[in-house]
Nanobody, 119 residues
Framework: QVQLVESGGGLVPPGGSLRLSCAASGFTFSAALMRWVRQAPGKDLEWVSSIDVGSNTYYPNSVKGRFIISRDNAKNTVNLQMNSLKPEDTAVYFC?????????????WGQGTQVTVSS
């Protein structure tokens, strides 16, 4: 069965860094579009970054230049390096996989990892 397991969250002061990881299993990882999405308390889900099968990366302006997404197809992992963290980056961060099957596209989600940016 499909599993996405995030790790690496925690408490960090403003200006600090964290590296999130997502370990994937149960599907062809190298063929999946991978994303990081976050949800702050009381707010909607917010897209944070994407990396496609060609390892092209995409970011919203809110994190561009501070966050770096990467993937390791040999280890079935996707990472998010977060630098210059701000209090507004505080959220639960979810790993998302979009897989294109012959029967259609399916999206899978991890359980999330909490990131708190505070002094």
């Amino acid at each position: 069965q499909v599993q996405l397991v995030e790790s690496g969250g925690g408490l960090v002061p403003p200006g600090g860094s964290l590296r999130l990881s997502c370990a994937a299993s149960g599907f062809t990882f190298s063929a999946a579009l991978m994303r990081w999405v976050r949800q702050a308390p009381g707010k909607d889900l917010e897209w944070v970054s994407s990396i496609d099968v060609g390892s092209n990366t995409y970011y919203p302006n809110s994190v561009k230049g501070r966050f770096i997404i990467s993937r390791d197809n040999a280890k079935n992992t996707v990472n998010l390096q977060m630098n210059s963290l701000k209090p507004e980056d505080t959220a639960v961060y979810f790993c998302n996989a979009e897989v294109n099957y012959t029967s259609g596209i399916k999206n899978y989600w991890g359980q999330g990892t909490q990131v708190t940016v505070s002094s």
